[in-house]
């Protein structure tokens, strides 16, 4: 009888220990995010910003992965990107076309936000505007949205669709630094592009 109770906690503790590993998935998403930590990217998973179409392709909805760039001595306007058609498009909410329809402007509700704070208005830096994302072809269909402000450049983007099978059929662990370092280079070109223009 002692011995039947024996094999049945030691079984039970053995299914415990199973169940604590973590699936395929989370140590692929596990080593993504390390390799990013250890290029200086900066991953967080956060909640899908209210201006980046989602899950279910809803603004605002579900999870991300937020990958951040900091650039020291550097400063950057604060803009917002989405990606339309593989491009970057500056967000809707930085876009006044109501007066002429070729220019694009600080829309008067952000104007009188910023002239209420007492802070001084920039012009907006539509550098980006349609410039190609020209990312490695495992990292761009994920890519979701793109931020900068002060001293950053922020990617939103799907990287547990880097990961997962389903989504990414030619996932190989050997190709996340490569990839990322890709990344990486267009985060810093993406920056000069923006500082460069007054």
């Known amino acids: 009888m002692?011995?039947?109770i024996a094999v049945v906690i030691v079984l039970f503790v053995l299914g415990s220990m199973m169940a604590l590993k973590p699936n395929g998935i989370d140590q692929r998403l596990d080593k993504l995010r390390m390799t990013a930590r250890r290029l200086q990217l900066h991953p967080k998973l956060v909640a899908c910003p209210d201006?980046?179409?989602g899950r279910d392709n809803e603004y605002?909805?579900?999870m991300l992965g937020q990958y951040c760039l900091v650039l020291e001595d550097?400063?950057?306007p604060h803009m917002r990107y989405q990606v339309i058609d593989g491009q970057w498009r500056p967000d809707s909410n930085f876009i006044d076309t109501s007066t002429d329809d070729s220019k694009l402007t600080?829309?008067?509700v952000i104007r009188n936000h910023q002239a209420s704070n007492n802070t001084v208005l920039k012009k907006s830096n539509f550098a980006l505007d349609k410039?190609?994302?020209d990312l490695p072809v495992s990292i761009e269909p994920f890519v979701k949205g793109l931020l900068t402000k002060s001293n950053s450049i922020v990617i939103y983007w799907e990287d547990i669709a880097y990961v997962r099978p389903l989504t990414n059929p030619n996932y190989q662990s050997k190709m996340i630094e490569t990839d990322l370092l890709a990344l990486k280079e267009n985060l810093e070109k993406w920056a000069l592009t923006m500082r460069k223009q007054p």
């Open 106 to 108: 600080i829309p008067s």
């Open 60 to 62: 605002g909805r579900g």
């Open 2 to 4: 002692g011995l039947w």
């Open 131 to 133: 410039a190609p994302l």
């Open 74 to 76: 550097t400063q950057l």
């Open 51 to 53: 201006w980046i179409k």
